[in-house]
């Protein structure tokens, strides 16, 4: 009898640190709930304006974010402007905006540009963009492809058959899709594939909808197309992703590890930099420490590649410590090196 009631007392060591926990856990989450209403609350009674301009391929990442934060600080009004990364460093480097939005690290003569305006900068990299070139999974010719290949299949006046690009290709017409021209996507193509003066062939077929591109690839065994990686990702049991050519001559596969450890050639880290001075301001703070929180989150949404861990830890040191100037550029001469190696 005694053996009974002391398995089913409520009062047992085990039971009193079981009641405890839940108790802690309770109070944690009454904690977490209090502070996240705090934050909202201070983030709601900010005011003012942050102008933001710069790089088409993060536009998307910053007008998703900007959508987010509006939510919590209606009463901060950001403006997103599209004008190129270089356009974005030209109003940045003499003080007209507070966040420039960068597919490229910042230049020499940028910075010199940024240094006689007296505008500090914070330098903060928030994703990767990553291209994949994509084949019906029964091509079984390609087996890897080079830059100046995926050039010759893509240019004005290129190649309309398998074996104009390879000899040992078949003699068949190649089936050529691609994102819309005006697309950040096909941007960055543009100027890692066919060269800032190439111009695209017009006989592909083009679409600002991704899922026409993989349907256009998957029902054509002689087609070829590019999108980002993450959405690659998405559709892998429906096309084959070709290994493309590297500067060492190795064949690499498009992968969140070939991204991170700069062995994939199609792949660049996309930035923002914060002008030091605007940091200074409540608004431009918290929306800085809105977008590093929030983008990861987001970054597939919009077919980016996230961070590895490392490097987003160091970008939230950077930031905290409000840590200026570029780690790309030392003596007026940019840095070689992968980005990871560099990025400290």
């Not at 390879?166 to 068949?172: K, Q």
């Not at 969140?256 to 930035?271: C, E, H």
Request: aromatic share 8%.
């Amino acid at each position: 009898m005694k053996t009974s009631l002391t398995q089913t007392s409520s009062t047992t060591p085990r039971n009193r640190v079981l009641a405890h926990a839940l108790i802690g856990l309770a109070l944690l989450a009454a904690t977490l709930s209090i502070a996240t209403q705090r934050d909202t609350q201070d983030a709601a009674s900010l005011k003012g304006s942050i102008r933001i301009d710069g790089s088409s391929t993060v536009y998307p990442i910053t007008e998703a974010v900007t959508e987010e934060f509006s939510h919590q600080a209606p009463r901060v009004n950001v403006t997103v402007g599209v004008s190129g990364t270089g356009g974005g460093f030209k109003r940045f480097c003499v003080g007209e905006t507070a966040i420039c939005d960068a597919s490229r690290a910042i230049t020499t003569s940028e910075i010199e540009l940024a240094a006689a305006n007296k505008v500090e900068f914070i330098e903060l990299p928030i994703a990767y963009d990553a291209l994949s070139i994509v084949v019906h999974p029964n091509n079984d010719w390609v087996k890897s492809i080079s830059l100046a290949q995926v050039k010759a299949i893509y240019s004005a006046g290129g190649g309309k058959t398998w074996k104009e690009i390879n000899p040992a290709w078949p003699d068949r017409a190649m089936k050529i899709f691609s994102p819309g021209t005006d697309s950040g996507t096909f941007d960055y193509f543009k100027e890692a594939v066919l060269g800032s003066d190439g111009k695209a062939r017009a006989d592909m077929s083009v679409s600002e909808d991704d899922n026409v591109l993989v349907m256009g690839v998957k029902g054509d065994r002689d087609a070829i197309g590019f999108f980002g990686l993450a959405y690659f990702e998405e559709n892998k049991d429906k096309l084959r992703a070709l290994p493309v050519v590297n500067a060492t001559g190795a064949p690499v596969s498009p992968s969140a590890s070939t991204v991170n450890d700069g062995s994939y050639p199609l792949a660049r880290p996309l930035f923002i930099y914060v002008n030091a001075k605007a940091a200074i301001k409540p608004e431009v703070a918290a929306f800085v420490d809105f977008y590093l929180d929030k983008s990861e989150e987001l970054l597939t949404e919009v077919g980016y590649v996230p961070l590895p861990t490392e490097i987003v830890s160091k970008v939230s040191a950077n930031w905290k410590a409000r840590r200026v100037g570029t780690q790309f550029v030392k003596d007026g001469k940019k840095i070689d090196g992968t980005f990871s190696k560099l990025y400290q």
